[in-house]
């Protein structure tokens, strides 16, 4: 292990989801998507930078034909949501009478997966919209939405890992874990 993964692995408090874990729950995951969406046109629109890991991962065990775009929005400071999103980009993709699966990392205020998927509903007319996340935080929604595919239910943590990150650090890391407080403290923002 390289100084700088053990340094990483230090400043996480607990596991929540081995690597191993992780891929057989997308095993099932990807197996329900395939039934549902048998015969369909699926357009997967993959928000970026925290369903990098997990997209990856989910769609090549998608046993169809699809079209893979990407989005990048902000809405966090630090390890809470400002509730303003930003998009990255000026348009979103043509998903004009497709069946369209948004993936994101997390589902937790609900403000980003709201934000998209009234925008593309707005700029384009899918055909549906259904949305597929890894994980689901148990915290009251401030926007109303409801996932379709959840990958596992976490408590109210900050969480980083798989894609997930704290101030963009800890992407990388093969697992899902619990953030320590020391780590909160050490990298948070500046104001
Ligand atoms: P929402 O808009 O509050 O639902 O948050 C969704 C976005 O916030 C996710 O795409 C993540 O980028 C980020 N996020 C929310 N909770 C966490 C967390 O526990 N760890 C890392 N990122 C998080
Ligand atoms: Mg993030």
Known sequence: MSSATGAMRSEVRRILFHASTILSRLDEMAEQISADYTGKELSVIAVLNGSLMFGA?????????????????????GASTTGVVTFNQIRLPDVRGRHVLLLD??????????????????????????ICVLLRKDVPRQRELEADYVG?????????????DYMERFRNLPYIGVVSDEAIKKYAPKS
């Open 152 to 164: 596992f239910d976490i408590a109210n943590e900050f969480v980083v890992g798989y894609g997930l």
């Open 57 to 77: 991962d989910l769609l090549r065990r998608l046993d169809m034909p699809l079209r893979l775009d990407c989005v990048s929005v902000s809405s966090y400071h």
């Open 105 to 130: 990392d997390i589902l937790d205020s609900g403000h980003t997966l709201h934000a998209i998927g009234d925008k593309l509903r707005h700029e384009t007319d899918p055909l549906s919209i259904k």
